[in-house]
Structure formats: structure tokens, C-alpha cells
């Protein structure tokens, strides 16, 4: 093995040849509910866990919550029209689980799902395909009262909300995400404790995954009777992950984190097993006493799409005896068992979120799911990065971002040159948003929000999307 290939500088936009995508290639831009609605305390809306975390001191970045947000809950209708002005074919947006049912269980609550109901009315009369997330991250706070993720009935509980859902919008909606990033809610959330609920423990973390993944196949079954036609999945986030070097510690280094980033969850779900080596791994931590009979089957209960999340690449390398993992991940990220393995940065160009820009590892990213998965078609359901924006002139000319998409774009049309079924593509973020821990720091939109007078700027990306969606595909430059 090879050192990691230097991916190739993106910020100049040099000779590149024009790229036209399938007939029919699902456009589209993505969102979450926390991040953007605000309404946090209105129509029958109660906390969730990023309500109670965000509203704890030293939890995010300038104790910022979202509260007001991007005020999208009193905008849809203005939203959904420069969603329309773009020409976005699909809008991926996520429910507040505490919005349509206070509390997590019991009843519907009419004046919540009388929101979604609005929005998705909104979407397809302006001929855009609703594509509904049922959770991202946003846990009703009476659950995680109860014991949060890592407590096998929060599963239950997930499954009649998704039939709640069902009953409100089955008739409208076609395309049902499960899941937003279990590997985020379960490791940042439990086990670093950077996320919401804040909590800190490897064996809840692993068990959190789990219930997680228990949680989603209920929902799967109970969304294929009460849903007919729908298109079910998953959406994770994955990352390549590259040994530093090709010594035995790393590629070890590499196998370890490999499994707890990303075959912690495409193997359960899209082979009914965890992988060995990890089990292994994670012997130290747990006993996966948590799992139980018939578990691994409803979690590979069959799927009809997978959504994958794709931002970057993890480089690392074996652990050197008394030296720390970089601070950054020490402080991000959570590896139970595996926390002495070293992240290495490469010194090539990154985002403002300190991300290294890596296209080629989406290509890599997306291979891997279908040649080593899933015939399943795949979409991408995020991919964007953070840049500090400027407002000059009432315009922001958000150049690197542009470069992003377009080299991320690129690399999705070679994945699909390579034979993959990639059917779709969500940038994100539709607008400035909540960054969870990050508050209103980063900003990752093609829509730039002023959160003081709640006005919205379409960035250079946004007009340059727009004409990528006109063409199907890439400009020659
Ligand atoms: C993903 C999340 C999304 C957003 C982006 C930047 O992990 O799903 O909500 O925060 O990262």
C-alpha cells in the first residue's frame, strides 16, 4: 500500500470538459429541522436533546441555540420559492420528532404535522420532490430521560413515530429516510459527549449504535405496509480511511477505525452482521450483551436506496506510545477502544470546519458501497463544505465553495462512469444554517442567511447549481 494520494487542488477552476449526467438525476439540496426551523417553543412543540444541550453553558460554540434559527418555520413558503428559483428537483428535509409528537410517544400533534403537511404541499405544487428524513439528531428529551439511544425501547418508540408519520404524509411522500448519520448521533452524542445528549461512555455509545440501527429496521417494516410504493432507506455518513503510511501499525490503525466509522453500520445493515475484527476491537468496551435474537435480521431488513453522506477523508496512523491523539479529535470524536489511533493531517487544502478536501475519496466512497454492499441505487445525501462568506455589495462570490461542488460533482460522475447506480445528489446545505456544536459559525449554504434580519442572499454556488441543474451537468471551463 501507498502513501495516501495527495488529492488534487481545488479553488482553480482549470480546463475541465463538460459532464451531462443521466436522464432523470435527482437534483437537489438538503437540510435538517434543528438546524433551520427556530419555533423551538411553538404549535405544541416540545424540547428535544439539542434544545436541553444547546441550552446548557459550554456546550456550543458562543451559547448558540436554535431557537430562532433560520426562522424557516414562519418562511416556508418564502423558502420553498427560492428552492423553485433554483430549479431544485428534490428538497431533503428532516421532521422534529418533538414538533409532530410531544414528548416521543402518545398522540400526533395536529398543529406540527400541519407544518410538514404545508411544506410538502408547498414543494410538490412547485414540482419539487419531497424527500423526508425522520430523524437527525433530534431526539424528543423525555426519551433520552428515559435513557436516551442506549436504551433498547428508544427503538420501539422510533418505529410508532414512523408510522405516525406514515399515516400524515404516505400518501404524499415517496422517498423516507430513516436515519440521518447513526455513526454521529451515537458517537459524538454518547461517546465524545460533543453532540446532544452530551453523555460520555464508550459501552453507551456502541449500544446507542445498536438501538439506532434496531430502530430503523422497525421503522423500515412498519413504513412498507403503511406506505406502499415508498422508497425506504438509510443515510451514513463514510469516510475512506487511509493508513499513513504502509507500516503494520497503520494499516492496523486504518482497519480499527475503518470498522468504528463505517462497517459498524453498512455491515449490520447491509449484511445482518457486525464485522468480526470489530467485535474484537470493542471487546475491552462491550460484550454486545445488548444484542439480542432476530436484532441482526430486522436491522438488514431489505431497503430500496441507500443515502451516503460524504465530506472528507480520515488519514491515521498507529498509536505512539504516551503521545495523545491530535487535539482536534481528541476533542471531536469518539473511538471506543481504539482512541489511541493518531489522525493525520496531510497539509492539503481544507474547509473552514478544518476538513481536508478530498473528491477523489468520494469516488472511492461510493465504488466501495456498491462494489463491496449493495446493488441498491445510491444518492448522495450531503456533501458540501464551510467557508467564511463575505456580503460585498449585497452579493457573496463564494468561489471555493463553487470549486467544491463542482469537484465533488466530477467525482460523482466518475463513480457513475465506474459503473455505479448514483442517482441523485443533495448539496449541502440549501442555506446557512445551525451548525450543531459550531452554533452560527459555519456556514455551509448556498444561500447565505443575515440571522439578524432573517434576509437570504443566493451565493455565487446557488446560481452556478442552478444552471448545473438547468443543463443536467457540468459546464466545459
Ligand atoms: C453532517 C450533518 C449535517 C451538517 C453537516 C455539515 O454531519 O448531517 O447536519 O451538520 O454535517
Known amino acids: 500500500m501507498s502513501n495516501p494520494a495527495t488529492p488534487p487542488a481545488v479553488g482553480v477552476l482549470d480546463e475541465r470538459p463538460p459532464l451531462t449526467f443521466p436522464p ?29 444541550f444547546s441550552h446548557t453553558e459550554g456546550r456550543t460554540v458562543a451559547g448558540h441555540t436554535g431557537d430562532v434559527a433560520c426562522d424557516h418555520y414562519h418562511r416556508l413558503t418564502d423558502d420553498v420559492r ?19 409528537q410531544p414528548g416521543g410517544s402518545g398522540p400526533a400533534n395536529r398543529e406540527g404535522l400541519d407544518f410538514y403537511q404545508r411544506l410538502v404541499d408547498e414543494l410538490m405544487a412547485n414540482g419539487i420532490e419531497p424527500w423526508l428524513t425522520l430523524y437527525h439528531w433530534d431526539l424528543p428529551q423525555e426519551l433520552e430521560d428515559a435513557g436516551g439511544w442506549p436504551a433498547r425501547d428508544t427503538a420501539a418508540r422510533f418505529a410508532d413515530y414512523a408510522l405516525l408519520m406514515a399515516d400524515a404524509l404516505g400518501d404524499r411522500v415517496k422517498y423516507w429516510t430513516t436515519l440521518n448519520e447513526p455513526w454521529c448521533s451515537a458517537f459524538l452524542g454518547y461517546g465524545s459527549g460533543v453532540h ?16 439506532l440501527m434496531l430502530g430503523h429496521g422497525l421503522a423500515v417494516q412498519a413504513l412498507r405496509t403503511a406506505v406502499p410504493g415508498a422508497q425506504l432507506g438509510v443515510t451514513v455518513n463514510l469516510y475512506p480511511v487511509t493508513p499513513a503510511s504502509d507500516a503494520p501499525g497503520d494499516i492496523d490503525a486504518a482497519r480499527r477505525i475503518d ?30 450483551g445488548h444484542v439480542h435474537d432476530g436484532d441482526l435480521a430486522t436491522i438488514a431488513t431489505p431497503l430500496d436506496v441507500v443515502g451516503v453522506n460524504y465530506y472528507s477523508r480520515h488519514v491515521v496512523a498507529a498509536p505512539v506510545p504516551g503521545e495523545q491523539p491530535e487535539a ?5 470524536a469518539c473511538w471506543p477502544g481504539s482512541e489511541d489511533v493518531r489522525f493525520v493531517t496531510r497539509g492539503v487544502p481544507v474547509t473552514d470546519m478544518g476538513w481536508e478536501i478530498d473528491a477523489p475519496g468520494l469516488v472511492e466512497t461510493l465504488r466501495r458501497v456498491h462494489e463491496e454492499y449493495t446493488d ?16 460585498v455589495d449585497g452579493q457573496v462570490d463564494d468561489v471555493d465553495r463553487l470549486a467544491y461542488f463542482d469537484a465533488h460533482l466530477r467525482a460523482s460522475h466518475e463513480a457513475i462512469s465506474a459503473g455505479v447506480p448514483l442517482r441523485g445528489y443533495f448539496a449541502w446545505s440549501l442555506m446557512d444554517n445551525f451548525e450543531w456544536a459550531w452554533g452560527y459559525t459555519k456556514r455551509f449554504g448556498m444561500i447565505y442567511v443575515d440571522y439578524d434580519k432573517q434576509t ?22
Do not use: C
Not at 328 to 332: E, N
Open 24 to 52: 432523470g438525476f435527482l437534483w437537489g439540496a438538503a437540510t435538517a429541522a434543528y438546524q433551520i426551523e427556530g419555533a423551538a417553543n411553538e404549535g405544541g412543540r416540545t424540547a428535544s436533546i439539542w434544545d436541553t
Open 82 to 100: 427560492l428552492m423553485a428559483e433554483l430549479g431544485l428537483k428534490s428538497y431533503r428535509f428532516s421532521v422534529s420528532w418533538p414538533r409532530v
Open 196 to 211: 446532544a445528549p452530551g453523555r460520555s461512555d464508550g459501552a453507551d455509545a456502541v449500544r446507542a449504535g445498536h438501538h
Open 259 to 288: 470498522g468504528l466509522a463505517n462497517r459498524f453500520f453498512l455491515d449490520p445493515i447491509l449484511r445482518g452482521a457486525y464485522p468480526d475484527d470489530l467485535v474484537a476491537d470493542l471487546a475491552k468496551v462491550t460484550d454486545f
Open 328 to 332: 482536534y479529535w481528541r476533542a471531536q
Open 376 to 391: 441498491l441505487p445510491l444518492y448522495v445525501t450531503e456533501n458540501g463544505s464551510a467557508f467564511i462568506d463575505e456580503v
Open 456 to 477: 437570504r442572499i443566493p451565493k455565487s454556488s446557488a446560481r452556478w447549481y442552478a444552471e448545473v441543474i438547468r443543463r443536467n451537468g457540468l459546464a466545459a471551463q
